[in-house]
């Protein structure tokens, strides 16, 4: 069974900085893409940042030029650098790993982490 396991969240004043995590319980044979979604209260789900095993990434406007995704596709991890952040960056952030080919509008996450919840206080 794959557990996608996050860490690294936390409480951090605006302008600062936080390092997320995320790991597989097993290797995934299946998937070529890793990246992490957020959730706010009232919200939908919505794109932060994937990076497929070839190294394309995908970035929402809201976090380019602050925040970094980088994948090991050997260990099946994925990290997210966030930098500069704002009170408009908390939320829930989730770990998914799945699919991509290319001309898709985005991609297919079949395995979800339980979620790791980030506090930006002004």
């Known amino acids: 069974q794959v557990v996608l396991v996050e860490s690294g969240g936390g409480l951090v004043q605006a302008g600062g900085s936080l390092r997320l995590s995320c790991a597989a319980s097993v290797k995934i044979y299946s998937i070529n893409t890793m990246g992490w979604y957020r959730q706010a209260p009232g919200t939908l789900r919505e794109l932060v940042a994937t990076s497929t095993s070839d190294g394309a990434t995908n970035y929402a406007d809201s976090v380019k030029g602050r925040f970094i995704v980088s994948i090991d596709n050997v260990k099946n991890t994925v990290s997210l650098h966030m930098n500069s952040l704002k009170p408009d960056d908390t939320a829930v952030y989730y770990c998914?790993?799945?699919?991509?080919?290319?001309?898709?509008?985005?991609?297919?996450?079949?395995?979800w982490g339980q979620g790791t919840e980030v506090t930006v206080s002004s």
């Open positions: 998914g790993a799945g699919l991509y080919r290319s001309g898709w509008s985005g991609s297919q996450i079949i395995y």
